[in-house]
């Protein structure tokens, strides 16, 4: 199964400074890997007109079916797994890292957190017979800066495709 991250409102390459915000420059955004903060999927520049990426992904039926808090119940419950997909049974997401190019590499300074808990029910049912699951959001919060925290509808649309 496919999930895809479409993103759009990028906000910038410089986010200025703000009260209780040090405010950045050179801003990247990208896909975290499981386990691996430093390895990030695909690098898109604050200023882009869109970000997107393809993560490939595993429907599997849910340790502890369908009472499992933050499981689907479909089929006993779906637990989504990968290789960016990060945390445990009923609490996955994705992270979407926002770096800084330091000279040495890059510099977390902040991250979005899409909640696949928050997905509703029949969306998954239908993304997990067509093949892939898409996430669509604006990657600018309401302050201009750089979306962050966790991220649930009505910020994040999700739909079946395939």
Known sequence: MELRIEATDLPGRECAAAPGFPGYRDLYVA???RGRPAE?????PGDAPRARWSLECEAQPAPGG???PGTV?????VDLTGRYVQGGPGARFVY???????????????RAKL?????????????????????????????????C???????VTWSAEG
């Not at 990030?40 to 898109?44: E, P, T, W």
């Not at 979407?96 to 902040?110: M, S």
């Not at 509703?120 to 979306?147: I, M, N, Q, S, W």
Request: no cysteine.
């Open 40 to 44: 990030l999927l695909d690098l898109f």
């Open 149 to 155: 925290a966790a991220v649930r509808p009505p910020v």
């Open 96 to 110: 979407l890292n926002w770096v800084t190019g330091n000279g040495d590499g890059w510099a977390l300074f902040r």
């Open 115 to 147: 909640l696949l808990a928050a997905v509703d029910r029949e969306v998954v049912e239908a993304a997990v017979e067509r093949g892939v699951l898409v996430a669509r959001l604006r990657l600018t919060d309401a302050k201009g800066r750089p979306l």
């Open 66 to 68: 369908a009472d499992l």
């Open 73 to 77: 119940d479909l089929a006993g419950g």
């Open 31 to 33: 896909v975290q890997r």
